[in-house]
């Protein structure tokens, strides 16, 4: 009871998450907490920080006037960034002022690479993966994005930033995959549109490697998935792609064992987790505690994800 009162001591969009992934709360109090995401707190300042154009920053991945030569870290405070966030707050889908900023954002914004229209989607798979999934949700059209990632699709079943670069990599990263599937996961649950076929092979390549480990020596492939940052952003973590795997509704699967203990193991003596990632690029707003102290997001989302495993191996033991 302690931790579920210090998590609730949050934001609504803390708040609403925790009532309905750990407490079961009734689907009235859920909603009514949910809706006030879009009204206060760090959903109601983000959206005050759009541009009249619909736009955060006045840029699509990045701000206007940034580039690497000026030698600064990468900022997070353009719009692609700003929605991945709202996302994750959980702004209601069906919110006017969202709607509003998808309309804008289809007449004035252009992605940086070759003036592309916004949601028309990039060449880079992991923007494209975010755009999807903040797009479909929030009720845009990002089918031709879609399409864009079947044909961008590797022959080993994932996808990968750097496949137009240079001589072209014809072997898939974690990070481009996972933001690829998570883009199709939200765009089938919010149109209906099936994707199954895409993310199977997806997620065979992730599962096949144990969320974390090299098909070829099996080792580790970073120490960085075995963190949790939060924004995760363009960055994979076995705890990330956890999340997906539980909100596809699926069996956890025994693949995902190891990547589940370490999520277990990563917990402090206190029963939560801490925040593990200092990013130092410029944000809208910081949504995360200090590096090091107790993190609301990310004990959150280790504990909906435990739950989801523990609630499958219960019920496996019940019905053998």
Known sequence: ME??????????????????????APSDQVTAERRRVATEGWGRRLLDARGADGRWAAG??????????????????STLWVLESLYDLGIPPDDPYMAETVALLDVHARWEYEDRPYWSGEVDSCINGRTIRAGA??????????????????????????????????RSSFDSTLAVLEGLLEYEQS???????????????????MLLRRRSDGQVVDDAYLRFPFPPRWRYDVLRALEYFRLTGSRPDPRTAEAVQIVRDRRGADGRWPAEYDDPGAVQLDLEAPLGEPSRWNTLRALRVLRWVDDAEAGGAEGS
């Open 3 to 24: 931790l579920e009162t210090w998590l609730l001591d949050a934001d609504p969009a803390i708040r609403w998450q925790v009532l309905n992934d750990l407490t079961d």
């Open 60 to 77: 699509a991945w990045a701000p206007a006037g940034w580039s690497w030569e000026l030698g600064e870290p990468q900022p997070w405070s």
């Open 137 to 170: 949700y929030f009720g845009a059209d990002v089918s031709r994005i879609v399409a864009y990632c079947a044909e961008d699709q590797q022959p080993d079943g994932g996808w990968n930033c750097f496949r137009l670069e240079g001589d072209g990599s014809v």
């Open 191 to 209: 149109t209906g549109l099936s994707t199954r076929e895409l993310r199977a092979r997806g997620e065979e390549y992730l599962l096949e490697r």
